[in-house]
């Protein structure tokens, strides 16, 4: 019996995801666990295993679709099975971009009757029925195409990528243009007159000019930042402390943990570890900062979901360690690690990227000494760790020199007021100073 593929949902907030790459086609046939395309959510990337072998007899979407969860993609079976029940109903009411595998002439009668993609057009080679379709409608110059389909295809976002950028062809000129040319009506159109130039005017070949700039379209996951990262700042009235700690005993206590992790099966505890578990002991004494502010009431956390700002390739994401509070100093050094890895390596549950009660974003690395973080809304604060810098205190009447840890705590004044923020920040500096102390408790 034929087996349906559908998009699965990735955390129960997603309600798409994006194809980014088919690596099968109709017709092919694959073993279990062969990857059959990847998809991506706003924030993580994944691929999907094939359930069992077959042959993909049907494949209803393409590369670039928005595809709603749980909606049949492609189907694997036997040939001459019928697929009819699988195809998907299109939101247009119109029928979906399926390409199937011809059925045996034996059963022709039971093939389902639908487009087969791709289909072969002259002087463009081979282009989908979505993308032909958005080209009739736009008057796209389909001869400037880049494909990014398999085999060469030209597919959907091929399509409207000439039409954001103006390359279309008018009317006119539209039966009799068989060879590219440069347009030169508005923002590059093809018109009559560009066809009937003179042979000669062709034959002269002008270096293009550099372009003054280049326009690249923002990926979802820049978009989703920029929104919150705006609703942050516009609608919270935020407000920074910087203050500093004398980081001697931590850097002796991390060194010694650090010669020692092998002999004792320890992880590698880093500094920034030390800080995640100062912050989980230190929050619960500040409710404070350990909430979200709901507008009309407060939402105070008995437990602490600490979200750990991460750097990645497609962008910041702040996963969270769910109950840190509860965790051993090599127990949450291991969670940390984990989740940072799996955003970094776009794979994480997107239920992972949120849910967290108060954010650590850690720019020591990058040798910055204060800045100013941006609250996660509606989680009222957020702390910055600044890296290590020598200063010079006076000890028994002589200055001596220390290695200082700058922290920037950003909370929201409508949640709380500058003296309990500056407790937590006092509290916090006296536990990473003490932070062996800490450890017994």
């Known amino acids: 019996m034929a087996t349906v593929v559908i998009m699965p949902r990735q955390g129960q907030s997603v309600e798409s995801c994006i194809i980014t790459a088919f690596n099968v086609k109709a017709g092919d046939t694959v073993a279990k666990g062969d990857v059959l395309f990847s998809y991506e959510t706003d924030k993580s990337s994944f691929d999907e295993l094939a359930p069992e072998d077959g042959k993909v007899l049907a494949v209803f979407r393409e ?64 282009i989908s029925p979505r993308a032909k379709l958005l080209a009739e409608k736009t008057s796209a110059d389909l001869l400037k195409a880049t494909p990014t389909g398999p085999n060469g295809r030209i597919i959907e976002r091929d399509v409207q990528k000439l039409v954001d950028n103006g390359l279309t062809v008018s009317g006119a000129a539209k039966d009799a243009y068989t060879s590219a040319v440069e347009g ?24 293009p000019a550099a372009p003054e700039y280049e326009d690249v379209k923002l990926p979802n996951i820049r978009k989703v930042i920029a929104k919150s990262m705006h609703a942050s700042l516009s609608t919270m009235a935020q407000l920074t402390l910087n203050t500093s700690f004398d980081a001697t005993k931590l850097l002796e206590l991390r060194a010694s943990l650090k010669a020692g992790a092998e002999k004792l099966g320890l992880a590698n505890i880093t500094l920034n570890d030390m800080v995640l578990y100062a912050v989980s002991r230190v929050l619960l004494n500040h409710k404070d900062l350990n909430a979200y502010y709901m507008d009309d009431f407060m939402r ?11 750097d990645t390739p497609r962008g910041l994401m702040v996963p969270t360690v769910f109950g840190a509070e509860k965790l051993s100093l090599n127990e949450l050094s291991r969670a940390a690690k984990a989740v940072i890895t ?5 794979t994480i549950n997107p239920d992972k990227l949120k849910g ?30 600044d890296t290590i810098t020598r200063r010079i ?33 006092k509290e916090l500096c006296f536990a990473l100073e003490n932070f062996d102390l800490l450890l017994t408790k």
Do not use: W
């Open 184 to 207: 030169s009506g508005i923002n590059g159109k093809v018109m009559l007159g560009d066809l009937n130039a003179p042979a000669q005017a062709a034959e002269v070949v002008v270096a």
């Open 356 to 385: 967290g009660s108060f954010t650590v974003t850690n720019l020591g690395s990058l040798g910055i000494e204060s800045f100013t973080p941006v609250i996660n809304p509606p989680q009222t604060g957020i702390l910055g760790v």
């Open 63 to 126: 590369e670039g679709d928005d595809v709603p969860c749980l909606e049949n993609v492609l189907v694997l079976g036997k040939d001459g099975e019928d697929v009819s029940a699988f195809v998907p109903k299109s939101e247009e009411d119109a029928p979906a971009p399926v390409a199937e595998v011809e059925a045996p002439k034996a059963e022709a009668s039971s093939a389902v009757e639908v487009e087969a993609a791709p289909v072969a057009t002259e002087g463009i080679g081979s």
């Open 393 to 425: 205190k006076e000890v028994d009447g002589e200055d001596v020199t220390y290695p200082a840890m700058g922290l920037s705590l950003t909370f929201d004044h409508r949640a709380l007021d500058g003296a309990p923020a500056a407790k937590f920040l």
């Open 300 to 310: 105070y956390f008995n437990t602490v979901n600490l979200g750990v700002a991460v």
């Open 342 to 346: 799996e955003a970094q390596n776009g």
